[in-house]
Structure formats: C-alpha cells, structure tokens
C-alpha cells in the first residue's frame, strides 16, 4: 500500500483543490477580496486573489489521509510552518502586511522548522571544499535558506501559471525521486503538492470566469514547502547508495530553483545599488522583461519553465565535471540568458520610447488647450 499512496495523493489533493477553488473565488468575489489592476500589474481586471487556500486544503486533506501509513518525523513542524505561512498570507493578501512583518514570521517559521523539525542542509557534499557542517552554522544557513527561497517563490509570483507552473516542477521532480529511492512518504507529500497545484494552474491559466490568483497566501506556503523538500532531497541522497542515488544532488537541487534565485539575486542586487530597500516592488523581474518583449503569459509561462526543465537536463550532462565546474558552468549559463533577455528587453523598449513618452504629452497638451480655451470663454462673457 504504502508504494501506491504517493499516486493516490496526486488524486485527492487535485480533487480537493478543484472542488475548494471556486468556492474561494465566489467567497473573494462576495467580500471584496480582488487584485485590482494597478500600474505594476499585468493583468487588466479585478481578479480574486487567496488560490493559496485552495492549494493549501487540496494539499493538507491529502497528507492528513495517508499520512497514518508513514512517520515522517518533520511532518508535523512542516504543517504548523506551513499553517503559520497560510495565516500570514491570507493577512497579507486581505489587509497588506509590510515587508518587515512578513520577513519576521518567515524568520520565526525558519528557526521553528530548523529546530523543532530538525531540517538542516548539514553537509555541502565537498562544494568549496566543504563536507560536513557544524551544528549552529547548519541551523543559521539553513534558516538563511528558508527565507531566502521563501522570498525567491514569492517573487516569482507575477504571472499567470509561473509559480504554480514552477511549483508542479519542483514537487514533481522531488517527489520521482524521493519515489525511486524508496521514501514513499516525502514522495506522497510532494505528489500531493504537484496534484494541489495542478488544480489551481487549471483556473489560473485557463480560468475565465473563474480565474484567481495564488496570492501571498499561496506563494510563501509553496516556497516553504519546496525548500523543505530540496534540503531532503540533498539530505537522503548523500547518505543513499542505491541504483538511483545522485552524488551531485547540491548541484541538482540548484538547477530545479535555478531561476527563481538568480532572478532574485539580481533584482534585489539592483534596488541595492540604486539605494532602495531589497523588497521594494518594481518590474525588473524575468518575467517582466518576457512582457515587456510581447510575449503572453502563457508563452513566458511555457518559455521559463523550458528552459528551467533545459538546465535541469544541462546539469545531468555535467555530472561527470566536479561539482565546482558544474555550479560554474549553470550559473555562467544562466547569468547569460537572463544578460541577453535584459538586453532584448532594453532594445524593444528603447525603439518604442518616442511613442510612449510622445502620446502622455499630446494628451498633456490637448488638455491645457482646453483648459486655456474655457478661460477665455469665461473672461468673454
């Protein structure tokens, strides 16, 4: 039974999100909950946000079932991280928390799930030079690394089917694996977030009628839960010895989050250089050059993920290199695709510039005709 409820999983949570999602988009409808367009946006009407609840339900509906066939000693923590995360969202996307706050209950998340569910990254496997690593400089880099790709997640968030699209990746790919190595219950976990995340994709990309955004609700809960798994995924395997282990999984892991951290890492290094806070909102992310170029959602959507599931090949290939080249290699690749993305992006923007700055002062000009012509009319009579 217990090498069968990873696919059952897939099931009841896709099942359970399908079902949750349009009753969140009549309640979000009914009270206002809606992303209203504004000049950051993409999209061009209110849309519902809080999908996060529906990926949330669909995916612990799933695990509470078949989790009595496992012991999974993390569980636990997770969840309550998870649910810490899913209050904090659902605040989020209803009131508008600051940066700060949200950064102090990721902060408090971290330290709990680091200690109480033992989830640390304890050993770089020889990256740098470095094996096994002490205990508190563990815990304190395994927070760093909850936040971090916590934040990483969220801020890919800004497109139709993107975090979700990456999601459904993540989950997937560690979940085959956790699948052949024979730990079936973080294999169940995962499949169980892949099928929550299917549903929600299905509304997201194709909704019309019922389309709804994931929201802060959706995107920090998604972000803890992928990075929990990606440092079990590193953990497992470099104590693994079987047919199907991997002894380059830190390298691994890196090209399955590749683009939401380097994406992260380049922005927030901008507003740092251009004096603003690292979390100040703007539209430098890939995506943003992706529609900035005149792609779709859909189409930047399926570009991304491509090329994510490309490089995620490109580090297969590598994995005769030392793990050293190999990190080198993926970033010289990536940091290459996002220069030359940034540099078509500035091209398609910069041959447009006359017209856009042109027709705002026509405008401007028209009205103060207007303005002028209302005067003297006035003084005429």
Known sequence: MKNITPFISILIAFYTSYKIIPVVIRIARLKNLVDEPNNRTSHKKAIPTLGGVGIFIGFAVASLLLASYYFVPEFNSLLLGMLILFFLGIKDDILVLSAKKKLVGQVIVAFFI??????????????????????????????????ALINAVNLIDGIDGLASGFGILAATFFGVDFYLLGHFAWAMLCFAMAGSLMAFFLYNVFGNTNKIFMGDTGSLVLGLFITTAMLKFININSVSNGPFSIDFAPVLALSVLVLPIFDTLRVFSIR??????????????????????????????????????????????????????????????????????????????????????????????????????????????
């Open 272 to 381: 740092i250089a251009n004096g603003q806070s690292p979390f100040h909102p703007d539209k430098r992310h890939i995506h943003h050059l992706m529609l900035r170029l005149g792609f779709s959602h859909k189409a930047s959507t399926s570009i991304l993920l491509a090329t994510n599931v490309a490089l995620i090949a490109t580090c297969f290939a590598l994995q005769s290199l030392p793990m050293n080249y190999q990190i080198l290699v993926l970033s010289s690749i990536v940091f290459l695709l996002i220069g030359l993305l940034w540099r078509l992006s500035q091209k398609y923007t910069h041959s447009n510039t006359k017209e856009n700055i042109a027709k705002p002062q026509k405008i401007e000009e028209i009205d103060q005709l207007k303005d002028l012509k209302n005067k003297i009319f006035e003084h005429m009579n």
């Open 114 to 147: 680091t200690f109480l569910g033992d989830v640390r990254l304890t050993s770089f496997d020889g990256i740098l030079g470095i094996y096994d690593i002490p205990y508190w400089p563990s815990v304190l880099s395994t927070m760093f690394i909850f936040i």
